[in-house]
């Protein structure tokens, strides 16, 4: 009879590289730090190298944690900085699983993949949306993607969107990609009661980067196109920083068109406050659009404001629709179409009715999808059915 030995050594040690980790806000530090926390769950030897932050915003992990002497960005001293560090501690990183969960990390391996003394026994990629078409229009960038995902072991999407754009622009991904949704903020996961209203108006929350492409000008704007007396019954809020020159002046400066709509900038928020905003607010907006070669790739704002019972209103765009469901957790209206949009938001205003139900839906859709099976996923090869 044929023995079969058993191979009970422990999986490599697993290495997240990421310019996007907490402190720093958004979709991909979001997906980055749940990732890194699933997998520590999962009981894998998990270090996470990011950039640099003030040791005051630190906090404790269920990981190892190595802040980098670099900020983060895209260009090239950043990158060059962080492939000093990825060839310094190549030894280390020759018999682990390098994940590199977004494109900043993978424009520098892009580079050191010719290096012949560095080379890890696994690299991992996860693709969000816009960097796709970005490494796809330039040719020479193109052709280092088109390497590194022929030399990468695996590669995952969030949404089958990403997944579609991926292999329409890098086929070399087909026989190793895999969807790996993202899943509601572990911190969100018990949501506290809803507060008193603060007035009897009506609050539409929009949460993410003050950028064109995130769309609280279009969301003002069909605010603004509300009859009067139905804009009287509206406030809106806008939750998040600045992050393209002059787009904050502008919203201010169209708000002022109508002071009979209260708007109300709030900033950027710590993450322990998002959850009273949410719970103050009745409708969430966000109405993304493919800004250039940035797309919504999926959408991880939707599923907290989900989880806090909030019927949702936006743009049938990219991923979002793998988010957001039309007429179960909100309403969605096609992209440029300003009246139409006007008319979700009238509708949501004068049908309690909807807005409950349509929150009920989003609280139970979020449930649907788990960081951990997504972890288990990259890690495990135990491959997400959802």
């Not at 280390?92 to 424009?107: D, F």
């Not at 796709?132 to 229009?137: A, Y």
């Not at 300003?338 to 309690?352: G, I, M, N, S, T």
């Amino acid at each position: 009879m044929e023995s079969t030995t058993l191979d009970l050594s422990p999986p490599p040690p697993v290495f997240v590289i990421t310019h996007e980790f907490y402190p720093v806000r958004g979709g991909i530090a979001t997906f980055t730090e749940e990732i890194a926390k699933a997998t520590a769950d999962l009981g894998f030897d998990i270090e996470v190298w990011a950039q640099s932050a003030p040791p005051d915003r630190e906090k404790p992990w269920p990981f190892r944690m190595r802040r980098m002497p670099l900020r983060g960005s895209h260009g090239w001293a950043c990158q060059l900085r962080l492939a000093g560090e990825l060839i310094r501690y190549r030894r280390q990183l020759r018999y682990a699983t390098v994940y590199l969960p977004e494109p900043g990390p993978m424009k520098t391996m892009m580079l050191l993949q010719f290096i012949s003394a560095f080379r890890p026994k696994r690299v991992i990629l996860t693709f969000h949306g816009s960097e796709i078409l970005r490494f796809s229009h330039n040719p020479i960038r193109r052709w280092l993607t088109k390497r590194l995902i022929r030399r990468s072991a695996l590669v995952t999407t969030l949404s089958n969107y990403t997944q579609e754009l991926l292999l329409e622009h890098f086929p070399e991904a087909a026989d190793k990609i895999l969807l790996t949704p993202g899943a509601l903020r572990t911190d969100f996961a018990v949501v506290p009661p809803r507060n008193a209203r603060p007035s009897d108006k009506i609050v539409v929350l929009t949460v993410g980067r003050l950028h064109p492409r995130k769309g609280q000008l279009l969301t003002l704007q069909a605010l603004q196109a509300l009859a009067p007396q139905v804009r009287a019954r509206v406030e809106y809020w806008i939750v998040g920083g600045q992050s393209k020159s002059n787009y904050e002046e502008t919203l201010r400066a169209t708000a002022a068109l109508h002071p009979d709509l209260t708007v109300r900038f709030f900033g950027n928020m710590p993450d322990e406050d998002l959850a009273g905003i949410y719970a103050r607010a009745d409708i969430f907006a966000m109405t993304s659009i493919d800004h250039g070669h940035s797309v919504e790739g999926y959408g991880l704002v939707y599923l907290e404001a989900s989880s806090h019972g909030l019927p949702i209103v936006a743009h049938h765009v990219g991923g979002v629709p793998e988010a957001v469901v039309d007429g179960l957790t909100g309403l969605l209206v096609p992209p440029h179409r300003p009246a139409q949009l006007a008319a979700a938001f009238e509708r949501l205003v004068f049908d309690p009715e909807l807005r409950r139900r349509l929150g009920e839906g989003g609280r139970a859709w979020t449930a649907r999808n788990c960081w951990k099976r997504s972890a288990a996923a990259i890690f495990m090869g135990e491959e997400e059915n959802a």
